[in-house]
């Protein structure tokens, strides 16, 4: 029997000795291995499945984005600590950290992580990892994935229900840096967008390295960083740069209680605008959408 | 000790008119988050406004008290109707010794109806995407004028346009105005910057008709017998000529009918006009 009800399924990250469960809405975890079948001239059949590949899996989950993580006094949470963490990484070596859920785990590298903003709305994100195993880890694990199916016994939580402070939310997030702004020297005239949502990400990519005579990777390299805004206004400026103007854009996240001292912070650097677009449909504004991206 | 509040301490003003003849007065909001944030692991009830907070109000007036001039900046003269554009209006009510404030209302439906033996009766539902309630509001100060003098409409003078009702014996109508709202949200603040006043405005007329000779038409009219017909409802003074309301569409559209028949009644049919005003 594993019949494990969702209020004992938490999604946990540690990584250098601190643990954060996160507000997970949902989890998926997929393991797969490359047998594939060899066929050979002269026989009709198949002679069996061989792997083509290693075993490999990787986790997904959407969640709440909660700002008050306590990650090395970093505001936001552990996903967003460590994906500021690795695009800045100067480093090649990549190091994972434990991904759990519902009694089972990994050593997992982040794939890609993201989180939204809309009006009036509460901030969800979501994270994916890769699962490569073979390392050496803090853990002990080798293989990519291993448990099985158990509830774990949560943190007991308050036992009053509360407003939901430590959770990022439209209603108090302006991301002013975002606001399109078009200027008519010659008039002396500004247009400043009004900013309705915007969704953020980021995509990383790592190079297991693999050696003969073992399934599993001998380390993993981070090789590169792709993030990506996108905001949606109500002013679209056609004047887009052929060559680019590098932009820093600070976003910062606020709750419900406007707490400054746990916003959540990201600042994509250098970003350069690479699209813009106008929809509009039945019963609505036409709405502008503008897509910035980085590279690390 | 327990006391009540009944009509003679209740009233309404909207912009600064108190308005008379009321006969149902509704307010409510929906403080959004009303479910809790869930998550796997949950361990803790926890609330966060998951959507625009809004409020509604709604309104029942017998048309006994219509203005006695537009003024203002109104061109009708049931006070109500005139909030059907695009502008939103702010009131309070009085219940008692308590008062409930609200600010940027506007009008979604607006109906008047009448059956024989009535005084006309306008509804109307509003939605409020300003504040509602008690505590500090923005700079604008409601009060109520005192009651005007009785201005009623009656059932026994009013006018009807249509042919049908020479012959025919009308017993009630209802006019149905949906005035669709847009409200723009943008990200940091909770009330809109701008409320869009949308389109088309959908109209409907109902009539009730006790029938003589009254022709229901074919249900696959359309498109060879299509019928448009002009429609125009006036609400008098009662005992009077003097024109109060006047309800008026053109190329009402005739989208369905219905008959009645029972051994103690007479036979009856009702129909209904509908039109798309484009604004």
Redesign the interface.
Known sequence: MAQVF??????QVEYDGVSE???????TINYNNSLQPLYVLGNKGSLGHVPAGPRVGDIS?D??TSITGEVHGYPGNVINYLASGIKHSIGSTGSGVLVK?AGISGWGFLNSYAFN??????STSSASFGFFGGFDNPAGLTLPLSGRITG?D?????S?????TG?A????????SLYTTITDTANAAQEVG?????DYSISFAHNPIYMLGQETPLLTLYTNATESINAVE?VYNSGLSYTGNETDYPLILES?DLNSLTDMRVTMVSGVQVGASVSVGL???ARSQKTLTAAY | MLGRIRREAESIAVNGSGIQGVQSISAQYDSVGGSPLRNLGINEIRYAPEGPQTASLGLDTLLTHTLVSGGAGYTSFDLMQNFTGDVPFSGIIDYGTEKLYFTQAYLETYSISCSIGEIPQSSTTSVIFGDLGTGLFDSWAPFAQPPAALNVTSYSSMGVNLDEFSTNRMTSFSVDIATPRVPIYTLGLGAPTEVIAGTPIEVNVNFSIDIDDYEIKNMRFVPEQTVFRDTTITLKKNNSDVELLRYSFDNMLLTSESFQAGADSSAATNFNLRSFILR
């Open positions: 969702y209020d004992k399924t938490t999604v469960t996160l507000l997970a809405s949902n989890c989950f969640f709440l859920c903003a809309q009006s009036n709305a509460v774990s949560v943190e007991a939580g308050s009053t229900s509360t407003v939901a959770v939310h439209g209603r108090y997030t302006t991301l002013s009004e900013l309705f949502a915007a109500d419900v019963d609505d504004i």
